[in-house]
């Protein structure tokens, strides 16, 4: 997976995305990123790349010839344009069903606006999708990119060393995980539950199953419709919706 991010601050990009997991990812060759400053492409010798927005109103708004050059310089001599996404508070909302498909690309091109975002003409010229990751607006859109390329990372074969962790992981089939619990035994009183010390896994299974069905309908129960449930869950959810009544 090769990540290209346009944007003013590469900075930003690099320090962020080049530790922990994805850093180590990116020593062994599973993960590639090249950042791609804008002003680098400006149209004026002060690098700036904002101008006054027609029709007046507060700030300013990132023109669309420094972004499109920015753009170019990536795609260009490429027989398959990548999918170019902007980081908006006007896009798709982010969510794990779509890091699952963007993690299917073999590149991805990520825009990150400022100040009171692009021209609509440039949107309209090369971004394929606006996402958002939350209904709030950020001073940038190098925050947003970074999440979009870190759930997308984990995704890709090889960047977690235990490929079940992604398998189990909240949001996966619809469900927030079950609790989990490490050494020691005993904390400030508390217990680690007696199944996860049982040995028997298809026991441990159940139970793991059986909370996280608790706790996606006690803390998210909007997950709960589209949520993928066997005859076993849905059995479970029934007896836990009649006790409560």
């Known amino acids: ?11 930003m990009i690099r320090d962020g995305f080049q530790t922990s997991i994805t850093g180590r990812a990116m020593e062994k060759g599973l993960l ?6 804008i002003r680098d492409f400006s149209v004026n010798n002060r690098g700036r790349v904002d101008d006054y927005p027609y029709g007046g109103g507060a700030g300013m708004v990132m023109q ?14 490429m027989e ?9 508070p006007q896009g798709r909302v982010f969510d794990q069903q779509m890091a699952q498909e963007f ?14 975002g692009m021209d609509e003409r440039l949107i309209e010229e090369i971004v394929d999708e606006e996402v958002s990751i939350g209904d709030y607006v950020l001073t940038g859109g190098e925050l947003p990119a970074l999440v979009v390329m870190d759930a997308v990372s984990r995704l890709v074969g ?5 490929e079940e962790s992604a398998e189990y992981d909240s949001f996966h089939d619809g469900l927030l995980e079950y ?23 298809a026991n441990v299974d159940r139970w ?38």
Request: aromatic share 10%; charged share 25%.
């Open 32 to 37: 590639s990123l090249e950042t791609v400053n």
């Open 1 to 11: 997976m090769k990540f290209y991010v346009l944007t003013l601050f590469p900075d």
């Open 64 to 77: 669309a010839e420094p972004v499109y050059r920015a753009w170019q310089s990536v795609v260009s001599g």
């Open 103 to 116: 993690s299917q690309e073999e590149e991805l091109i990520l825009l990150c606006g400022h100040y009171e």
């Open 179 to 201: 609790p989990q619990y490490s050494r020691p035994e005993e904390w400030h009183g508390k217990v680690v539950p007696s199944i996860l010390l049982s040995g028997y896994h």
């Open 80 to 88: 398959k344009k990548p999918r170019t996404l902007y980081m908006s």
């Open 208 to 245: 793991r199953r059986e909370q996280s069905l608790l706790r996606t309908m006690e803390r998210r129960p909007d997950l709960m419709e589209h949520a993928q449930l066997t005859k076993e869950d849905k059995k479970f959810v029934a007896t836990v919706q009649n006790s409560t009544k």
């Open 158 to 162: 090889g960047v977690l060393h235990n």
